[in-house]
C-alpha cells in the first residue's frame, strides 16, 4: 500500500477563518512533508518532519502552523489566510534513511484551498 | 540556486510513438532524481526514482536514465497510449530532504 490520503479535497474559507488541513499515510514512513502548488507552476516545499520532528521551515508565513501528532498523521492549520495562498496543497511520506537522507516521495491527492 | 528544466514544455504524438521527455539540472552533486506523472488538479504519482549511483531504473514501459555528468535525465515512454497524456515533472533530490521540480512537460498522446 502506497497511499498517502488527504483531507479536505476541497477547501474553501474566509480571511479570518481557522481551518486544518490533515494527511494520513500508514506506510511507516518517518519523513513527511507539506507543498504548496500554485496554478501551472511545480510544488514547492513548504515543511519537512523528520521523525515527529519539525526538520524544515522554507520560511513559511506564520499563519500556516504545521504539527504532527504522531508518525502516521501530519496537520497544517491555517489562520488568517490570503486571497495568494489559494493553491494546491500537496502532503508526502517517504522512508528517513536518516541525516537528511531520504527516499521515494510519495504525494497524496492534494487539498485545493480557495481563500475568498 | 539549483535550477531544474524541462524540454519540451508541451508535447502531442500520435498513439503508439516512442518518446523521450528531457530534464537537465544545475548542481551534478545530486542525491537522486524523481519523475512524476500529474493529471489536472491531482496530486503526483511517483513514476521511478534513480538514485545518484545509479544509470537508469525501468518500469514497464518507462525507462529514466540519469547522467550526473552531464547534468540530465530523460524519461523515455514506449508505445505511448492517450492514458499516458498526463504532466511530466522531473524532480531533483539534494540532501536534507530538499526536492525541486521542473515545470514539467504536458503530454498530449493524440488516439
Known amino acids: 500500500d502506497t497511499e498517502v490520503t488527504q483531507t479536505p479535497k476541497h477547501l474553501v474559507m474566509g480571511m479570518t477563518n481557522k481551518k486544518s488541513l490533515k494527511c494520513e499515510q500508514h506506510?511507516?514512513?518517518?519523513?513527511m512533508y507539506w507543498y504548496k502548488q500554485k496554478a501551472k507552476k511545480p510544488p514547492e516545499l513548504m515543511f519537512v518532519?523528520?521523525?515527529?520532528?519539525?526538520?524544515i521551515n522554507e520560511s513559511v508565513p506564520s499563519r500556516f502552523s504545521p504539527e504532527c501528532p504522531n508518525s502516521s498523521l501530519l496537520n497544517l492549520h491555517l489562520h488568517a489566510l490570503q486571497p495568494e495562498d489559494s493553491a494546491l496543497y500537496l502532503c508526502?511520506?517517504?522512508?528517513?534513511?536518516?541525516?537528511?537522507?531520504?527516499?521515494?516521495?510519495?504525494f497524496g491527492p492534494g487539498t485545493r484551498l480557495t481563500v475568498l | 540556486k539549483q535550477e531544474v528544466t524541462q524540454i519540451p514544455a508541451a508535447l502531442s504524438v500520435p498513439e503508439g510513438e516512442n518518446l523521450v521527455l528531457n530534464c537537465s539540472f544545475t548542481?551534478?552533486?545530486?542525491?537522486?532524481l524523481q519523475w512524476f506523472r500529474q493529471d489536472p488538479g491531482k496530486g503526483l504519482t511517483s513514476l521511478l526514482l534513480?538514485?545518484?549511483?545509479?544509470r537508469e531504473q525501468t518500469s514497464g514501459r518507462l525507462n529514466a536514465s540519469l547522467d550526473k555528468s552531464s547534468g540530465r535525465s530523460t524519461l523515455y515512454i514506449a508505445a505511448s497510449q492517450p492514458g499516458d497524456s498526463a504532466t511530466y515533472l522531473c524532480?531533483?533530490?539534494?540532501?536534507?530532504?530538499?526536492?525541486?521540480f521542473g515545470k514539467g512537460t504536458k503530454l498530449s498522446v493524440i488516439p
Open positions: 534513480i538514485q545518484s549511483s545509479q
Open positions: 506506510m511507516g514512513h518517518r519523513a
Open positions: 508526502a511520506s517517504s522512508q528517513d534513511g536518516g541525516r537528511g537522507f531520504w527516499y521515494t516521495q510519495y
Open positions: 518532519y523528520s521523525y515527529e520532528k519539525l526538520s
Open positions: 524532480a531533483r533530490g539534494a540532501g536534507s530532504y530538499q526536492l525541486t
Open positions: 548542481d551534478s552533486a545530486i542525491y537522486n
